[in-house]
């Protein structure tokens, strides 16, 4: 949860009115690096491929027996707080750990990796996986600090197999990633976290109309008011160390770029009106005592399309998102 500073900017929201849902879904390879300034691969192909064979083992192992330890050197980022988030609510729903859970297995996969100087290194793994749908992939995207440090999973996004985008490669097939601060973009990266924050609190002209965009937008506004209950709601950007955004440039001279927020879902409810907090991973990932309210805090993890110059619109488009529970405080 965030500190007392952060959770008083409640006050300056509207206190409007009211059913929350909340989603709760390496070897460190060694490499030579003559200088930060040489343009090198992020990795070479063998070692992205034991990467991933790496951290499907740890969070097969961490997801069956419900404990974030041992898959905490493989997850960063949004991903670790998503996915800690659940194993921590797992390990008290079901402290003997899970006797239903499904292994992962990712097939089919496709490296993209990026050249680029110094560090952070990073790449996408894009697979087949065998949970979801037949006709989807999971694109997860791997970072590492330095050349002691192993691969971990910072992002995961999950397409459908014909809105994956063609990234561009050149004749070696390596990628070419975008910086933070790239200008030809409709939204540099490193500002899209904060705009999308802003967006969603305010509404406004950046991104495309949408499941994550307008219509989530119009369900908090359609929400915020039911008898006997207020919902308020705050939203900040992530943009630092593991939060920071990455970006791919694609074919047309777009980019991907995947980003960070945090969001919080305050309910209050009326005097004598009490609050119904029935979601088991609710109730394990709780402080306090939820007598009148009841704040929600999540971390969403999102992949976007960037526009390029050359595109006739403008406007970000989502490719995908997903957000998970990752506290709870009872007021």
Not at 96 to 116: C, S
Not at 236 to 247: I, Q, V
């Amino acid at each position: 949860m965030k500190t007392p500073q952060t959770l008083r900017r409640w006050g300056r929201l509207s206190t409007s009115a009211a059913a929350v849902t909340v989603l709760s879904v390496t070897a460190s390879g060694c490499m030579v690096v003559h200088g930060e300034r040489e343009i090198l691969p992020g990795a070479t192909k063998t070692e992205a491929a034991r990467a991933l064979k790496d951290f499907t083992a740890a969070y097969n192992e961490a997801n069956a027996a419900n404990d974030q330890a041992l898959d905490a050197d493989r997850v960063t980022g949004p991903l670790a707080d998503i996915d800690g988030a659940k194993l921590r609510a797992g390990a008290k729903n079901q402290p003997g750990g899970n006797p239903d859970y499904a292994p992962l297995k990712l097939t089919d996969t496709e490296f993209t990796i990026p050249k680029k100087a110094g560090w952070p290194r990073w790449f996408v793994a894009d697979s087949q996986a065998n949970k979801g749908s037949d006709n989807t992939r999971w694109l997860l995207v791997f970072t590492r600090g330095g050349a002691d440090e192993v691969w971990e999973v910072s992002y995961l996004t999950i397409l459908a197999a014909d809105d994956v985008p063609e990234f561009k490669k050149d004749k070696d097939g390596w990628a070419e990633p975008v910086t933070a601060n790239a200008g030809d973009l409709a939204v540099p990266p490193q500002d899209l976290a904060e705009t999308y924050a802003t967006y969603l609190q305010e509404g406004g002209a950046a991104f495309a109309p949408g499941t994550h965009t307008s219509a989530w937008r119009d369900a908090r506004q359609k929400n915020a008011e039911k008898p006997g209950l207020v919902r308020q709601y705050l939203d900040e950007p992530l943009t630092s160390g593991d939060y920071a955004p990455l970006g791919l440039r694609t074919t047309d001279g777009s980019a991907v770029v995947f980003f960070t927020t945090r969001h919080y879902e305050k309910q209050t409810a009326a005097q004598g009106v009490p609050l119904n907090v029935s979601d088991a991973n609710v109730k394990a990932l709780m402080t306090g005592e939820a007598k009148q309210s009841i704040t929600l805090e999540s971390v969403s993890n999102q992949a976007v399309l960037d526009p390029g110059p050359g595109a006739a619109d403008q406007k970000v488009e989502f490719l995908a998102r997903i957000q998970g529970l990752t506290g709870a405080k009872g007021e």
